[in-house]
C-alpha cells in the first residue's frame, strides 16, 4: 500500500495455514507468514498485509479509526488475523466490542491475564 504510516509494524511467524470454502478445506501446512500494518492518523486510515514465503496465502485490506483513534471497521478479510488485534490493543485502539470479541474469538491477551 502507498499510504504514509505514522505507527508501523511487521512480524514474521510459522504458522499453520490452511485454504477453506465450500469445498471444504485442505490439509493444515507450516509457512512462514509475515504480517505488515501501517496507520496513517490524520487520515484515521490504516492496512494490512499478509502473505507467506511461497506465495500460496495472502490477505489485505482496510482499517478505519474513530477521532479518538479507535478501530471502527475494517474489510477485506472475514476477520483480522490475531496478531493485528493484539497489536491495536497494545496501541490502544480497540474498542471494548473488539476487545471482548478478540478475546474470546482471535486469541487476544489483556493486561491482568496470565
Not at 504458522?15 to 465450500?22: I, K, N, V
Not at 491495536?88 to 470479541?101: E, Q
Request: proline residues 3%; hydrophobic residues 30%.
Amino acid at each position: 500500500m502507498t499510504m504514509e504510516a505514522d505507527y508501523e509494524w511487521e512480524s514474521t511467524k510459522e504458522r499453520q495455514m490452511f485454504h477453506e470454502g465450500s469445498w471444504g478445506a485442505t490439509k493444515p501446512t507450516t509457512v512462514t507468514m509475515t504480517l505488515t500494518c501501517g496507520i496513517n492518523k490524520e487520515r484515521k486510515r490504516g492496512w494490512f498485509e499478509w502473505s507467506d514465503d511461497i506465495g500460496d496465502f495472502y490477505a489485505e485490506g482496510g482499517l478505519w479509526f474513530s477521532n479518538d483513534m479507535e478501530l471502527t471497521d475494517y474489510d477485506g478479510i472475514g476477520d483480522l488475523p490475531p496478531d493485528v488485534y493484539q497489536w491495536l490493543y497494545d496501541a490502544g485502539m480497540l474498542t471494548k466490542w473488539y476487545i471482548k470479541h478478540a478475546k474470546e474469538y482471535r486469541g487476544l491477551k489483556t493486561k491482568g491475564d496470565e
